[in-house]
T-cell receptor, first 112, second 114 residues
Framework: SQTIHQWPATLVQPVGSPLSLECTVE??????LYWYRQAAGRGLQLLFY??????ISSEVPQNLSASRPQDRQFILSSKKLLLSDSGFYLC???????????FGPGTRLTVT | QQQVKQSPQSLIVQKGGISIINCAYE??????FPWYQQFPGKGPALLIA?????SEKKEGRFTISFNKSAKQFSLHIMDSQPGDSATYFC?????????????FGKGTHLIIQP
């Protein structure tokens, strides 16, 4: 069966510090991978998606970047965090046309 | 612009009652409509989905009603239980539309009072 992992689960970082969030998927090959952000009490904002190694599409221009160094690994990064980067970051995967997306447990990021 | 508008933003229902969440979409090409359920501190999970060739789909206490002409679909939770308290997201996409697929509504925070 397929499993998706995210770490860390929670993170508190000062403004201006770098960020690296990691997501890995097990049990499937060549998945589509996604990064979403969910602000407190808000909806799901798609940040990046990837259909293959090194292929990244950005949905929202911002302070963040994404990379996919391996087939089942997706990394979200920032060089300098802003207060507005606080939120709940979710990684998700799908296969094929992406009809059904499966979400990871999320990372709660607080920028202080 | 591809949008999915969801209402209400929050909803309080008594235990045993019917919870109803509504969504409306603009893109008539959308042909797959899933609902996701999210508990606090967890990622959303697929709950139920419908394609527009049917007007209703039922799975246990959860039912999706679909009105293609009105471009609306809704989630009904029958005999609502406190364990149903969660945030619910509707979404829409194209069956053959590609990996960037799902357009999500902004979510409904549902509270079932015991």
């Amino acid at each position: 069966s397929q499993t998706i992992h995210q770490w860390p689960a929670t993170l508190v970082q000062p403004v201006g510090s770098p960020l690296s969030l990691e997501c890995t998927v097990e049990g499937t090959s060549n998945p589509n991978l996604y990064w979403y952000r969910q602000a407190a009490g808000r909806g799901l904002q798609l940040l990046f998606y990837s259909v293959g190694i090194g292929q990244i599409s950005s949905e929202v221009p911002q302070n963040l970047s994404a990379s996919r160094p391996q087939d089942r690994q997706f990394i979200l990064s920032s060089k300098k965090l802003l207060l507005s980067d606080s939120g709940f970051y979710l990684c998700a995967w799908s296969v094929g046309s992406g009809l059904e997306q499966y979400f990871g447990p999320g990372t709660r990021l607080t920028v202080t | 612009q591809q949008q999915v508008k969801q209402s209400p933003q929050s909803l309080i229902v008594q235990k045993g009652g019917i919870s109803i969440i509504n969504c409306a979409y603009e893109n008539t090409a959308f042909d797959y409509f899933p609902w996701y359920q999210q508990f606090p501190g967890k990622g959303p999970a697929l709950l139920i989905a419908i394609r527009p060739d049917v007007s209703e789909k039922k799975e246990g206490r959860f039912t999706i009603s679909f009105n293609k002409s009105a471009k609306q679909f809704s989630l009904h939770i029958m005999d609502s239980q406190p364990g149903d308290s969660a945030t619910y997201f509707c979404a829409a996409t194209l069956l053959g539309g590609g990996a960037d697929g799902l357009t999500f509504g902004k979510g409904t925070h549902l509270i079932i009072q015991p």
